[in-house]
């Protein structure tokens, strides 16, 4: 769970409608953590966007490697260049 607050100075607003128990839900967090909903809200926004984009990532990679474009490493050779044993 992230825990950063991202300060902006300009923010935008947008409303969502959200199921009662999710609702009931965020309130009860909000209350346990003394931090307000909007910022739980936001976190878990972001959380997912950043989820989302590292799985594009992850995609346009596979695509790469698929089309031949990059290269892989054996899991050995990373394990022997950081000292990890195997």
């Known amino acids: 769970m992230r825990v950063k607050q991202i300060e902006e100075p300009e923010t935008a607003m947008i409303a969502l409608r959200l ?20 910022d739980h809200a936001s976190d878990a926004i972001l959380d997912h966007l950043e989820n ?10 596979l695509e790469e490697h698929r089309r031949g474009e990059s290269e892989t490493i054996p899991l050995s050779d990373l394990m022997t260049r950081y000292g990890v044993d195997h």
């Not at 965020?26 to 953590?33: D, P, S, Y």
């Not at 989302?52 to 990679?61: N, P």
Request: hydrophobic letters at 35%; proline letters at 7%; a negative charge.
């Open 19 to 38: 199921p009662p128990d999710i609702e009931e839900r965020l309130e009860a967090l909000a209350r346990r953590t003394g931090r307000s909903a909007h």
């Open 52 to 61: 989302l984009e590292d799985l594009e990532l992850a995609e346009r990679r």
